[in-house]
């Protein structure tokens, strides 16, 4: 009986169009090389090449191009967040949870960006902060999960810190919640947080446009200011899951948000809070990946820490208890979802079944075929 081919036939976004008009910007030598390979495998997602696999039943072969996985993809970004989500579920107990947004000035923001291994230093300062809190004022010992989040509605840098925060300890039965208050909190993240730029600057590693004494003066400036924190409580670890699921694993827009690619120029809205409305951005190409890239996590870096008793070693010791104390089952780690479900949720239709409703099986892969 002759086998009949069906080949997968990709649809690009809106994102992938850009990074090919903008393909000479962000492929030239000295642009970023972690960004560059993300955007590549971003481009080449669900083309030949990046390798195939042949699947088939007893009358018909189907052959599907292999995915990027690229946090610059939206596809592989939204079932990556999936698959975060299904494992945090499963390894957090049910409880009160706090969640803390620490905030600077934006003033600020220019130094971290031009300093990433600084910014990157944020997440274990937010959860010293909390930690130190909880333990000294209130005689408790909590779990953190910082999430670094270094990007606003229109693509620019904005540093800042969200994080989960149990809101009782986890190591007694009766533990009463606990209070965050907000000024401490505020005082505590300041304080560490210009200290870490003033030693920066002290050791001369300090990437900056302005000089040495400016610096310093916009230091002891903000070192007087406000600074906003919001402290947010919750019932159950769902709203912190779904909530922080946008910015762990997908790209800093999502597709809906772009409104046209067209003459060089990439138009989307964003969400004014102050003004209550949406408003638009124009950008050119280059524009658009340059503020993209600067948001787009470094190679082996990872994008969620866990510290206090969510650190990995304490929580194997205490993991048992805090499970009983909520009188929850310890679920086990959930598989991995096949990708075939992944299209079955998308489109509605499994893949690996033919036109007779045959379950096919994998055959083989295909090596990658550069044009």
């Known amino acids: 009986m002759a086998l009949t081919e069906n080949q997968q036939t990709p649809k690009g976004t809106l994102l992938q169009r850009i990074l090919i008009e903008g393909r000479e910007h962000w492929s030239q030598p000295g ?39 690229s946090p610059a993809c939206t596809g592989c970004g939204h079932w990556s967040t999936i698959q975060w989500q299904r494992e945090r ?33 944020l997440a274990e300062i937010a959860a010293r902060v909390i930690v130190g809190y909880a333990r000294v004022r209130r005689g408790v010992e909590v779990g953190v999960v910082p999430i670094l989040h270094t990007f606003n509605g229109k693509l620019e840098f904005n540093s800042h810190v969200h ?74 670890k769902e709203h912190f899951l779904r909530y922080a699921g946008r910015y762990v694993r ?12 067209s003459n060089g120029l990439a138009r989307f809205w964003y969400k004014d809070k102050c003004l209550g409305r949406r408003q638009t951005v124009t950008l050119t190409i280059e524009e658009f ?29 205490v993991v048992e208890t805090a499970f009983l104390l909520v009188q929850e089952k310890r679920r086990r780690p959930p598989k991995r979802l096949r990708w075939a479900i992944s299209v079955q949720r998308l489109s509605g239709r499994d893949p690996l079944l033919d036109s007779r409703r045959v379950r096919m099986t994998f055959v083989r892969h295909l090596p990658p075929v550069f044009a």
């Open 31 to 69: 642009y970023d090389p972690d960004c560059a390979l993300r955007f590549l495998r971003a481009v080449q997602c669900k083309t030949a090449e990046l390798g195939r696999r042949v699947y088939a039943s007893e009358s018909e072969v189907a052959v599907f191009c292999n995915t990027c996985k």
């Open 89 to 121: 579920w499963c390894a957090l107990p049910e409880g009160p949870y706090r969640v803390i947004t620490l905030t600077m000035p934006n003033t600020l923001w220019p130094l971290f960006s031009s300093n990433p291994r600084l910014c990157r230093k």
């Open 163 to 236: 994080a989960l925060v149990t809101g009782r300890d986890l190591r007694r039965e009766s533990g009463a919640c606990i209070f965050f208050d907000r000024d401490q909190l505020m005082r505590s993240w300041k304080r560490l947080v210009i200290a870490l730029l003033r030693a920066a600057l002290q050791a001369a590693c300090l990437k900056s446009q302005i000089s040495h004494d400016e610096i310093e003066g916009l230091l002891q400036h903000e070192e007087i200011r406000h600074w906003k924190v919001h402290v947010q409580a919750f019932d159950g």
């Open 250 to 261: 997908r790209p800093p827009i999502a597709e809906r948000r772009i409104m046209s690619v």
């Open 289 to 317: 990946i340059d503020r993209w890239a600067q948001h787009i996590p470094k190679h082996y870096r990872h994008s969620m820490r866990y510290f206090g008793l969510f650190g990995p070693r304490r929580w194997n010791w």
